[in-house]
């Protein structure tokens, strides 16, 4: 059974803080063979919100929410992570309804941008995104931006 935390930087425990940096990093910088500036200055912004999913006591699941002005002109979701183990089940879907429902409590009917790794755009394309540019590359990695209207 999953559970969702919603933290300020602020908030988070040492532990927390630790299972948010290691899940990431084990995804986005060792999974995907990507040495990249995982620590960017962002997680501690004002308004910046983490959403921590966890089965038992093992954090499965995280994305961070970022207010207008951080990443994007309108409200963002980024870094976007789950564990290895627990992909395919619809885990990430979970996810994103859970960033997005977290979002429309905090800045209601505000758009959200992402920075989708372009493999994932018909992924997030379900959720309501479209996208907003052509292919990019960010650390080496094809992605796209894409918007979800309010």
Known sequence: MMTWQLKLFSQLSTMQLYQLLKLRVDVFVVEQKCPYPELDGKDHL??????????????IACARLLPKGVSYPSVSIGRVAIAKGHRGG????LLVQEALGACDQLWPKESI??????????????????????MYLEDDIPH?????EK
């Open 46 to 59: 004002q308004d910046v919100y983490h959403l921590l999913g966890y089965q038992g006591d093992t954090l």
């Open 90 to 93: 619809g885990l990430g879907h």
């Open 113 to 134: 941008e992402i920075g989708a790794q372009e493999h994932l755009s018909k992924f997030y394309q379900q959720h309501g995104f479209i996208a907003t540019s052509a």
């Open 144 to 148: 796209i931006d894409m918007k979800l």
